[in-house]
T-cell receptor, first 118, second 109 residues
Framework: GAVVSQHPSRVICKSGTSVKIECRSLDFQATTMFWYRQFPKQSLMLMATSNEGSKATYEQGVEKDKFLINHASLTLSTLTVTSAHPEDSSFYIC??????????????FGSGTQLSVL | RKEVEQDPGPFNVPEGATVAFNCTYS??????FFWYRQDCRKEPKLLMSVYSSGNEDGRFTAQLNRASQYISLLIRDSKLSDSATYLC??????????FGAGTRLTVKP
């Protein structure tokens, strides 16, 4: 089946630094990728929808200047948490759909990135 | 009101028990529905899609009630390995999938 690779799996950084997370679709093309954040014991919350070759669509309450999304190719989307602070510590996870699927509702998830900001 | 609501649990059941989870959604125009399973700090994995006619996959049965806007998941003969968080997912339109908060299940020996 389709595979989504997400790196890094874990990041520990100092407050004020920026962290980049990569999400790659390994064996399929994805014009759209999704970025989620999950706090402990809470649901996945959609942060933004990343569209290849255009600007991302952010959910209400998500700061686009803080969470920079770049989707430069059909297989790669990146999320950069700029000037990270302890409250940004969370589990970040991406997902994508396979364009080649006739009914492309199934989401393929990356393995997630646990971000800890000290 | 949340778009997708689930009982967070936890549900603690003995091995072999039957357990059922419900999920309600607010948008009557929602198109498709899914149950995902998520283990701690791992990515969600699709358990099954949910169809109006209901569907079954081994010990798992999913039902959809569009009139009442809820979906359900039934697990029969629970195994220890079923312990996880079960996420209800509703597809509002092709690029807008919403997740419930998840229901935690612990199956005990």
């Amino acid at each position: 089946g389709a595979v989504v690779s997400q790196h890094p799996s874990r990041v520990i950084c100092k407050s004020g630094t920026s962290v980049k997370i990569e999400c790659r679709s390994l064996d399929f093309q994805a014009t759209t990728m999704f970025w989620y954040r999950q706090f402990p014991k809470q649901s996945l919350m959609l942060m933004a929808t990343s569209n290849e070759g255009s600007k991302a669509t952010y959910e209400q309450g998500v700061e686009k200047d803080k969470f920079l999304i770049n989707h430069a190719s059909l297989t790669l989307s990146t999320l950069t948490v700029t000037s990270a602070h302890p409250e940004d510590s969370s589990f970040y996870i991406c997902s994508a759909r396979d364009l080649g699927e006739v009914t492309n509702e199934k989401l393929f998830f990356g393995s997630g990135t646990q971000l800890s900001v000290l | 009101r949340k778009e997708v609501e689930q009982d967070p649990g936890p549900f603690n059941v003995p091995e072999g028990a039957t357990v059922a989870f419900n999920c309600t959604y607010s948008n009557s125009a929602s198109q498709s529905f899914f149950w995902y399973r998520q283990d701690c700090r791992k990515e969600p994995k699709l358990l099954m899609s949910v169809y109006s006619s209901g569907n079954e996959d081994g010990r798992f049965t999913a039902q959809l009630n569009r009139a009442s806007q809820y979906i359900s998941l039934l697990i029969r003969d629970s195994k220890l390995s079923d312990s996880a968080t079960y996420l209800c997912v509703v597809n509002k339109n092709n690029n807008d999938m919403r997740f419930g908060a998840g229901t935690r299940l612990t199956v005990k020996p």
